[in-house]
């Protein structure tokens, strides 16, 4: 049973930083690409950030130079360092498991498994 659970969003103002966090379990997760998207109200759910079983990394444009998606696969656990946050970051932040032959990118079909969100709000 695959879970990915996570935390560290909240409150903060613009300009401010927030570091979430995923933790993977039932998952043989340093095997896969793992992700990061987020959704506000109305809008579809967007990739933000992918990190390959190799290390490598993708970013939507909106994020780059500020957000840095990492993982520790000791722990496993996905982590996404937020910086200079805006108004517009404003979302529910999901955690994302990708599974054999995916591709590692910011298309949410890449993607099996996910978490619940974790709710970020920049003022």
């Known amino acids: 049973h695959v879970q990915l659970v996570e935390s560290g969003g909240g409150s903060v103002q613009a300009g401010g930083s927030l570091r979430l966090s995923c933790a993977a379990s039932?998952?043989?997760?340093?095997?896969?690409?793992m992700g990061w998207f987020h959704q506000a109200p109305g809008k579809e759910r967007e990739g933000v950030a992918a990190?390959?079983?190799?290390?490598?990394?993708s970013y939507a444009d909106s994020v780059k130079g500020r957000f840095t998606i990492s993982r520790d696969n000791a722990k496993n656990t996905l982590y996404l360092q937020m910086n200079s946050l805006k108004p517009e970051d404003t979302a529910m932040y999901y955690c994302a498991g990708g599974y054999i032959g995916s591709r590692c990118d910011l298309a949410a079909t890449s993607y099996n498994y996910w978490g619940q969100g974790t709710q970020v709000t920049v003022s």
């Open positions: 990190i390959d079983s190799d290390g490598s990394t």
């Open positions: 039932g998952y043989t997760y340093s095997s896969y690409c």
